[in-house]
């Protein structure tokens, strides 16, 4: 099955710096990698999500590349502000109908010191 | 309405008592699913129903037993758990088994004494 190892496990940033969480999975068939955010006592939530179709993606502030060959994919998120804080969890998963199961690394805490 | 809305947010029960956790979805999602959370943890799949059929069980012990009324509906029923199962159970939906976003609810805490 799929094995997904996600770096650092904490990760503390000035407010205003830039913070990169990295990923790698080990299924060469795996297509599909969400970011999902948890705030404390809250859902997770989709922020950002790459196909293996792209090398990169971006939404303001916040923005993935994906790099198949090496099986590894990254979060990226510049001008943190204190409201970033939170666990963030990577996920892979080969989507293709009735095979969804989503594989998620073991999470990143940011805090974003004000 | 793009939310996934459980029921109880709260549960403490007792070893022997039969209890049920509820989840209900009005987006027109096909596929549903269990999730349990441990504190630091990332969310650990139990079951997933596609078009009202369970799909997937990862082996998940029989003291938790899932139901899909219909569409719309999930059910985790509860029966003679062990205090190792507390945990946050997270439901989610997605338009279809094997694509796109998985919505999660709030998700229901549960404690066993």
């Known amino acids: 099955g799929e094995n997904v190892e996600q770096h650092p496990s904490t990760l503390s940033v000035q407010e205003g710096d830039s913070a990169v969480i990295k990923c790698t999975y080990s299924?060469?068939?795996?297509?599909?990698f969400p970011w999902y955010k948890q705030e404390l006592g809250k859902r997770p939530q989709l922020i950002i999500d790459?196909?293996?179709?792209?090398g990169e993606k971006k939404d303001q502030r916040i923005a993935v590349t994906l790099n198949k060959t090496a099986k590894h994919f990254s979060l990226h998120i510049t001008e943190t502000q204190p409201e970033d804080s939170a666990v963030y969890f990577c996920?892979?998963?080969?989507?293709?109908?009735?095979?969804?199961?989503?594989?998620f690394g073991k999470g990143t805490k940011l805090s974003v010191i004000p | 309405d793009t939310e996934v809305t459980q029921t109880p947010k709260h549960l403490v029960m007792g070893m022997t008592n039969k209890k049920s956790l509820k989840c209900e979805q009005h987006?027109?999602?096909?596929?549903m699913y269990w999730y349990k959370q441990k504190a630091k943890k990332p969310p650990e799949l139990m079951f997933v129903?596609?078009?009202?059929?369970?799909?997937i069980n990862e082996s998940v012990p029989s003291r938790f037993s899932p139901e899909c009324p219909n569409s719309s509906l999930l059910n985790l029923h509860l029966h003679a758990l062990q205090p190792e199962d507390s945990a946050l159970y997270l439901c989610?939906?997605?338009?279809?088994?094997?694509?796109?976003?998985?919505?999660f609810g709030e998700g229901s805490r549960l404690t066993v004494l």
């Open positions: 299924d060469s068939a795996s297509n599909y």
């Open positions: 129903y596609s078009y009202e059929k369970l799909s």
């Open positions: 996920a892979a998963s080969y989507s293709g109908a009735g095979s969804y199961q989503l594989t």
């Open positions: 987006m027109g999602h096909r596929a």
């Open positions: 790459i196909r293996s179709n792209v």
């Open positions: 989610a939906s997605s338009l279809e088994d094997g694509t796109g976003e998985l919505f």
